[in-house]
DNA sequence: ACCAATGATTGGTGACAACCTACAATATTT
DNA sequence: AAATATTGTAGGTTGTCACCAATCATTGGT
């Protein structure tokens, strides 16, 4: 009785639309635990893979509006995770950096994300897991 | 500069996400143009795959609220996509059934969405999208 | 006949994401 | 010097989504 239609199971994008809403609703659940959010992980990220940002940059890289990049800021100097200082060349810029704490803070997000993961791809095996990272890693470099 | 951390990339769950995001609003925003969304879809598939539902079974193999149901199929009667009768046999029930309109609709949303869905998996080649699919589909069995 | 359960319906709520405007400070161009 | 552009900031708007409570009609059980 609760069989999804193969009308819809038929399509790629109907499964990927599904399949990537549960993997975002329980890792939201999972990092709202401790009151953290997605952009959280996404930023501290950005910023401990490629060193320091401006916040347009920041903003720019991830896709977010810099009006809320702003109100993330606060969130994550607020927590001790990143700083900010004016950039002295240009001081209308602000200089954000991310701190050992906001890198231990990452990784223990990254590894709650990759406890999640093994239970959402638990039907797959090992190699089948790297085959489904491959497909969506080239899906996804061509937006 | 617009590169995205591989700190996220390396995680499936993010790829999911992600994917799954821009799958969901491309699709979206193609069944927009004509003021339709995603859940007309799914619904007019469920009445064309299992035939006549009760709105609470409907709700249920979707699951969409009961009363998000009343106010979908409101839209959907007034198309001229879907009929609600009293069920003659439990006068609470109001059996719904999909009509040839709605057939032919769902029909034209579907080729939309497959139309669409090639544009996205464009890296991929015919194999790789089967097997994407595939993979999809056991991850999606196992909620 | 009465009572509890079920189904449909109405009318909300709260969370959240995406976006937009206005503004102050600073830099750049003319 | 003056005008223009960029950056960060504050504040608000919008739409969507999922969910909840109350209500009414109908059914089935006792």
Redesign the pocket.
Known sequence: MTDIPPTLTALTAYLLSKVG?TARGRV?ARL?ERDL???HMSMLAALADFGP???????ARL?????????A??ELTAAGWAE?T???????????VVTPEGRAALAGMVRDTEALQDELLAPLNPRERARLHDLLLKVFDRP
Chains 1, 2 share one sequence.
């Open positions: 809403k939201a709202g959010r997605f952009w940002h401006s916040q347009r940059e920041l903003g896709g977010i509006d810099p009006s809320d990049v702003v109100k800021l606060d900010r004016r950039d002295p060349a240009d001081r209308r810029k602000v200089r954000v």
